[in-house]
């Protein structure tokens, strides 16, 4: 819907609406409603760009009868229209992606999406590189596509060189790049005898866990490419069993279980058609991370991040590209008992080679100045500071000296786009706030920071997207999205809840946020609660964003929901995380802990009536719980849970709970197995048979102690699918199992 309408009227109406308890008229959300297509969130657009010569906007825009597939659509800003550029279905195949590519998207989190999920613009603004359905095509703004490739094996990471000059892929572990004018890709990286070997891709925890998805970098002016090579044969083998419907296929995965050895990553330069190579210096030692590469003005240097195995360490390193020589510009240390948390927050400043960089070396993620031709103190200036984070670096204008970047300085439930000057250094006034208060926001920006579009939500609006100016001054919308009667939502927004916000404090004295959404109640009623909880870092839940219609179809249902941010999660500094440091299922228990009690201290709950529900650390959290106290929650379901970190991988384990054979004491007292027969409390335990990333094995070693153990317990296994149960008729049916099992054990609304 790309019109102008008051949404903001409707918002604000909401609250009143549901108060006043008159919903006669109001159909019930349903669970199946809620995963059905259209989907509720209304427009989902995804991956929107600005053409490099800003005229055209673009983004994936998914369907009404299909909310997981997505066409690519454009918006011409001078006539003012839009068309779609791409449409999935008459232009893809529908051939079955491989194994790999398959395995890619649910590193990326996408894996139930269909149709197109990236693009990459030309730089002269003429046509879009788009894959889909395991094949390439190039789409002229003004004519058909174009199909580039016709291969059974599949191309990943498909890029156009900054320049246009050609573009490159990765099939079967090998980078192959073309002219623009030959159209022919060519295999440039080097015949390898064992098939341990490849070129050109991100190594397993570089996708999983470092936010790495790519393992090739042309440089600005395409005269070279930088390219990783990865020997898996030192990873373990881990024979993974995909449990289907109708049979099972067995996989030998390389996967690096904590304690055991990584892959060795090594990194090489080169002309675009593979001449002139020559390898990086990454130091002498081998056992470390490759965690981020960036090409610096003019392609004269290549800056490298090298992460030490116990991610303490981070150094950067400026590399000679002609040579591969290579010399520490400067090091990161993490502080006491914590770690290193990686970022993109790196930007060269053309003009003189200074670097903006993002740090938590004051406690709290903040952008610096790096000056490498100062010394000592000098080399450094903070940007900005205060009790807030940075969340990531946005856009720089150098010539205005101006730094765009995301951020809670104005509270951590909400995120804003703000810029401040690098130029005049110190002064918390010259932060300008962007983007209106209320909203949590995320930004992209072109290359000279003179355009923005951003995606906002908050607690009454699912995302919108709009186009703005350097000033953050809404010229037109993108995707409205307003809640008017045409919205999916529409029939539902008579019953939709405002979450209420506030805070109670651990037991050390942190503050901790928690939200609630509350049915509509009867005086001198109890209430039985859901408490959905996370607890594992790197996650903010509590927020001011949109948070789904799922929560309220259990609202509309008669339950509370309820979140607690525990010690240890997102956004809120070094002190908050470190708590987590070789100590994962202590803290977080604690916090949910206080939750629950302060839950009973509510006359409108019924505290013998609190069930607890995760997934993936949730449901680590889950077994935790009630392992720890026993009582104190009507029932448990634990989701794809982790049980012994020993089976998780090394760059997210060792991270938080270092190295199990050095620490064997830590991952014993992390562990879910040991205490599981403390269980007396309801469990309800579901896992996806096919899981690549919390492998099934957590669960069925829980299982068989479980039952060793005689402690009674309900399961739901799910053949075929990974690390995300969903769909349109298994989300459903999962969600429906779950309340299945909480009216079993009577967590149930009052009459």
Do not use: C
């Not at 539902?492 to 939200?515: C, N, Q, R, Y």
């Amino acid at each position: 819907m790309f019109r102008f309408l008051p949404a903001l009227a409707l918002v604000l109406a909401v609250p009143a609406i549901a108060q006043e308890g008159d919903m006669t008229d109001t159909p019930d959300l349903t669970l199946e409603r809620v995963f059905a297509s259209p989907s509720l969130e209304g427009a989902s657009p995804r991956k929107a760009k600005l053409s490099p010569d800003g005229r055209f906007l673009t983004l994936l825009r998914n369907r009404e009868d299909d909310k997981d597939r997505y066409d690519l659509w454009g918006f011409d800003r001078e006539s003012g229209e839009w068309v779609m550029l791409v449409d999935s279905e008459q232009l893809g195949t529908g051939r079955e992606l491989g194994e790999e590519e398959k395995m890619q998207r649910e590193r990326a989190r996408i894996g139930n999406l269909k149709g197109v999920v990236d693009y990459s613009w030309s730089p002269d603004s003429q046509s879009i590189l788009v894959p889909l359905d395991g094949d390439l095509y190039l789409k002229p703004l003004t004519d058909d596509a174009i199909r580039l490739t016709d291969s059974p094996e599949g191309e990943l990471n498909p890029t156009v060189s900054p320049k246009g000059s050609g573009a490159a892929f990765v099939r079967e572990g090998a980078l192959y790049v073309t002219s623009d004018a030959a159209r022919e890709f060519v295999r440039i990286t080097p015949e390898e005898a064992s098939d341990t070997v490849s070129w050109g891709t991100a190594e397993f925890v570089a996708q999983e866990e470092m936010g790495r998805d790519t393992g090739y970098w042309w440089a600005p002016d395409d005269s070279r490419i930088a390219v990783q090579r990865t020997e898996n044969a030192p990873v373990g083998i881990v024979t993974r069993a995909a449990i289907g419907a109708t049979g099972t296929k067995t996989f030998d995965q390389r996967y690096p279980v904590a304690g055991s050895d990584n892959a060795l990553v090594e990194l090489f330069v080169m002309d675009p058609d593979g001449g002139n190579r020559v390898k990086v210096d990454l130091g002498a030692e081998s056992d470390i991370y490759l965690t981020r590469v960036n090409w610096g003005p003019g392609a004269k240097r290549l800056y490298v991040q090298r992460q030490n195995r116990e991610q303490t360490v981070l150094d950067v390193l400026a590399v000679d590209p002609a040579t591969g020589e290579s010399r520490v510009l400067f090091t990161e240390k993490a502080a006491p008992d914590s770690w290193i948390n990686l970022s993109d927050g790196f930007h060269v400043l053309e003009e003189d080679g200074r670097i903006l960089w993002w740090s938590e070396r004051d406690g709290h993620g903040h952008i610096w100045l790096f000056d490498p031709s100062a010394r000592g103190k000098d080399r450094w200036q903070q940007v900005t500071e205060g009790d807030w984070e940075v969340a990531e670096i946005t856009a720089v204008d150098e010539k205005r000296g101006l730094v765009y970047f995301t951020g809670n300085k104005d509270g951590v439930l909400e995120r804003h786009l703000y810029r401040t000057s690098f130029f005049v250094i110190g002064d918390s006034g010259q932060i300008e706030r962007l983007t209106e208060r209320g909203w949590w926001n995320e930004a992209v920006m072109d290359k000279e920071a003179e355009s923005a579009i951003i995606t906002r939500s908050n607690t009454g609006q699912p995302a919108q997207v709009y186009y703005a100016d350097a000033d953050g001054n809404r010229l037109s919308w993108v995707e409205e999205n307003a809640l008017d009667t045409d919205h999916p939502y529409a029939p539902f927004l008579a019953s939709h809840v405002t979450p209420e916000f506030g805070t109670i404090k651990a037991e050390d004295g942190t503050k901790l946020d928690w939200m609630m959404i509350k049915p509509q109640m009867e005086p001198g009623k109890q209430y039985p609660v859901l408490y959905y909880h996370y607890g594992g870092p790197h996650s903010q839940q509590v927020s001011k964003a949109w948070k789904g219609a799922l929560a309220q179809s259990v609202v509309d249902k008669g339950y509370i929901w309820f979140v607690i941010d525990n010690r240890g999660a997102a956004n809120r500094g070094v002190a908050f995380e470190q708590p987590l440091y070789r100590a994962m299922g202590s803290v977080e228990v604690d916090d949910q802990r206080a939750g629950a009690e302060f839950l009973k201290t509510l006359p409108f709950v019924d505290p013998g009536k609190i069930a607890i529900y995760g997934w993936s650390y949730g449901g680590y959290m889950t077994l935790k719980q009630l392992e720890a106290d026993q009582g104190l929650y009507a029932a448990g379901i634990s989701g794809a849970p982790v049980t012994r970190w020993e089976l998780y991988d090394t760059h997210y384990t060792e991270r938080y709970m270092g190295d199990p054979n050095k620490v064997p004491e830590a991952y014993a007292a992390a562990s879910a197995i040991p205490d599981a027969t403390n269980i007396s409390d309801p469990l309800l335990l579901i896992h996806g048979m096919a899981d690549d990333n919390v492998v099934f094995e957590n669960s069925s070693e829980l299982i068989s102690t479980l039952q060793e153990g005689n402690v009674p317990f309900e399961m739901m296994l799910y053949p075929g699918y990974t690390h995300r149960v969903a769909g349109e008729n298994i989300s459903p049916h999962l969600w429906n199992t779950i309340f299945r099992f909480l009216e079993a054990h009577g967590v149930t609304p009052p009459e």
